[in-house]
């Protein structure tokens, strides 16, 4: 084993450790990530409040709108209160897409969500020029086929027609969504990819850690070890927003605004925010971006 690898594994235990030890709120370790109910309600909160913070009702009242990656239907329920003239949610795994479908049937809504399984990652199933508003939220890290997808989202939207998107990007001190298994900061600047994998699979099998909800299977047993057999970190495209912008360009879409935000509220966290707008530097010190796109 290298140094680097043993160096990544000892602190990450060390912190995971620490992290179970302590009361308050540690990447990886909120209650959330241990009860499938709790999650989903913190999903759901998340969601709201992403949506309500950027944007308003008058963002989409009377509009067709799409939730890309739409989940178990969340935010397609929330923006069906708000004047919509149609919601389509659109979601590649089938467990979500039925979890979402299932919810559809709420009589009580003004509008009723539509829900779409996806036929496959680099398409969308919907007509040109079909879609006034469509909506990312949470999602665009996952999309693996991002250049084929952004090129589909340009062709679906009319022409005066914006996409409204909510993201962490990759720099973002835990970017490989693996800070429950390896709770370093810009653990991915600092170490290999193979580093990574390694000190994950480690990690997981020691006795201490706490499995997630998505460690258990449905027997209520924890997983075999994945990481063990890993090439690559699953699922997370390592799309920069520097790559972002340069690909929205080529497309064909203009960017129409833009708000990074930083790291909370304390006073070690305020003082990041001065690098946000600083070139490439910024991208480290970005908790989340939120982009508005339209047509050139």
Known sequence: ???SADVCFRISKWLLLRRDSLTKRHAGSGPQVFNHEAYRQWREQELRGQFTEYFST??????DVVDFGCGE????????????????????AEDRYEAAAARSSDRSLPVHPRFLL?????????????????????VLEHVMKYRSVVREWHRVLRTEGRVFIWWVPWWHPYGPHIESLVPIPWC??????????????RIYDLPEFKPR????DSEGQKKPNKWLTMQALPE???????????????????????????FGSSIPARMTHMFLRVP??????????VYVLGKA
């Open 73 to 92: 239907g969340a935010l397609c329920l929330l923006v069906a209160n708000f004047g919509v003239k149609s919601i389509t949610g659109i979601e590649v």
């Open 1 to 3: 084993m290298s140094i």
């Open 188 to 201: 991915h600047v600092l170490f290999s990819e193979k580093t990574l994998l390694d000190t994950c699979a």
């Open 236 to 262: 997370v495209n390592k799309l920069t927003m520097r790559q972002f912008e340069r690909l929205c360009r080529d497309v064909g879409f203009l960017v129409r605004s833009k708000q990074q935000r930083g």
């Open 280 to 289: 490439a530097l910024g991208e480290y010190f970005t908790s989340s971006v």
């Open 118 to 138: 996806a036929s496959g990652t680099e398409a969308i199933d919907l007509p040109s020029s079909s879609v006034d508003v469509l909506l990312c939220f949470d």
């Open 213 to 216: 909800i998505w460690d258990i």
């Open 58 to 63: 008058e963002d989409v009242a009377g509009k």
